[in-house]
């Protein structure tokens, strides 16, 4: 899928809800572009002495409820309109988690695996020289997403107070602990995956005790998953990458898995395992599919093959809106991406909090009882919605959210009522 595709479908997807809603055309026209997207290009001195350059974007959508929020993904496949459909994605996930923030997203066209690691921290800084003016503590604060991660945002936000004369922290959020981090960030993504899996099954009649749980992808996302959803008592019984897939019947130890990818750089060659292609992951018969990759892996095709009664998208837009079709037609429980993965910039939040309370530490146990707080209550409303308009939880999540921005857009007089 291109970025233009990815761009469309989620204009249409706004598009669709926002007429469903009765809202008024005014909102469509609001929501169906980001408010701007900045374009940067980064020169590198490499390490043989010549010079490379990188470009990148940070688009910032619609700032309803507040400043725009969302990460930055280092990434060969970024294009404009990629990021431009993930920041409109986070201003509906920051709706749907009812955070005072609007949407954004950066990307910066690069392989991050295959530079030496001053080059990706070159890029880190003449990124953040490069759009400092529009980004700060309370106008639009990044964080971490593919391929980025505590190192990069330290980068970042030590070239951010250099280059502005700042000192508040908050500007950056996915920092690490000594930097003003907050505890349990690295995981939230995956814990919040765990607590909605958990409600989706506690409404589907699966025990999530004992539950086979399927996972596309092993990054920050995958990981974190495969931890959570294994110490609430579910069997993660296959994972992919980029590298392969592996398969076991018993479940796999997640974390003998986590140390040879670490050292490996990939699930493949894990022994005591049945080796798997994503095709095979997308077709097993689990109680679970969590895709955890990049955007457009479930298509028609893929999703008639599709077994598991309940996805849970832990990626960004991992469904097409044919594929997310089929889900429906086929009365498969489909929990969408802006709901599902909500758990990460929803801990950036309290970290974001944490910073501007002066830094009042929160403890981890803190994080985790509110995490989980936020998703069980975020998951009842979307919920409700889908049982008021009887649509799938994706659509209902679509409803939800562009039902609370046409709200907040009304109340601040920027569309009719
Ligand atoms: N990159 C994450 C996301 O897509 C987190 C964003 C944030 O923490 O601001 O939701």
Avoid at 241 to 266: N, P, S, W
Avoid at 368 to 380: G, K, P, V
Wanted: proline letters at 5%.
């Amino acid at each position: 899928m291109t970025g233009q595709e990815f761009f469309r479908d989620t204009q249409e997807t706004i598009r669709a809800a926002v007429a469903k809603l009765g809202h008024s055309e005014g909102v469509y026209k609001v929501l169906r572009n980001p408010r701007r997207t900045l374009e940067v290009h980064i020169a590198v001195t490499m390490p043989d002495g010549s010079v490379e350059t990188f470009l990148g974007y940070r688009s910032q959508h619609a700032a309803v409820f507040g400043p725009y929020k969302g990460g930055i993904r280092f990434h060969p496949s970024v294009t404009k309109e990629e990021v431009e459909a993930l920041a409109m994605l986070m201003t509906l996930k920051n709706a749907v988690l009812g955070l005072p923030y609007g949407g954004a997203k950066g990307g910066v066209i690069c392989d991050p695996n295959a530079l030496p690691l001053s080059v990706v921290e070159q890029i880190a800084r003449g990124y953040v020289r490069g759009l400092r003016d529009m980004i700060g503590p309370e106008t639009d604060i990044p964080a971490p997403d593919v391929n980025t991660n505590a190192r990069v945002m330290g980068w970042m936000l030590d070239e951010y107070l250099k280059s502005t004369n700042a000192i508040n922290f908050s500007v950056f959020t996915g920092k690490s602990l000594n930097l003003g981090g907050i505890e349990g960030r690295a995981g939230a993504t995956g814990l919040g995956i765990a607590y909605v899996t958990r409600e989706a099954c506690k409404v589907r009649g699966v025990e999530l005790k004992g539950a086979r749980v399927a996972i596309q992808g092993f990054g920050n996302v995958g990981r974190g998953v495969a931890h959570a959803i294994t110490s609430l008592g579910a069997k993660v019984v296959a994972v992919t990458d980029i590298t392969g897939g592996v398969y076991r019947e018993e479940g796999l130890d997640v974390a003998k898995l986590t140390e040879y990818v670490q050292a490996h750089g990939g699930v493949a060659g894990f022994p005591g395992v049945e080796p798997l292609t994503n095709e095979q992951l997308f077709a097993l018969p689990v109680d679970v599919l969590i895709p955890a990759a990049l955007e457009g892996q479930i298509t028609a095709p893929v999703a008639e093959q599709i077994k598991a009664p309940i996805v849970v998208e832990g990626a960004n837009g991992p469904t097409t809106p044919e594929g997310a079709q089929v889900l429906a037609d086929r009365g498969i429980m489909h929990v969408p991406d802006i709901l599902a993965n909500g758990g990460g910039v929803t801990v950036s939040y309290f970290e974001w909090v944490q910073g501007q309370q002066g830094g009042l530490r929160w403890s981890a146990e803190t994080v985790h009882r509110q995490l989980d707080t936020y998703m069980t209550e975020a998951f009842a409303a979307v919920r409700a919605y889908s049982q008021r308009y009887n649509v799938s939880m994706r659509e209902g999540a679509y409803l939800y959210a562009v039902d609370r921005l046409a709200t907040g857009m009304i109340e601040r007089g920027w569309v009719p009522s």
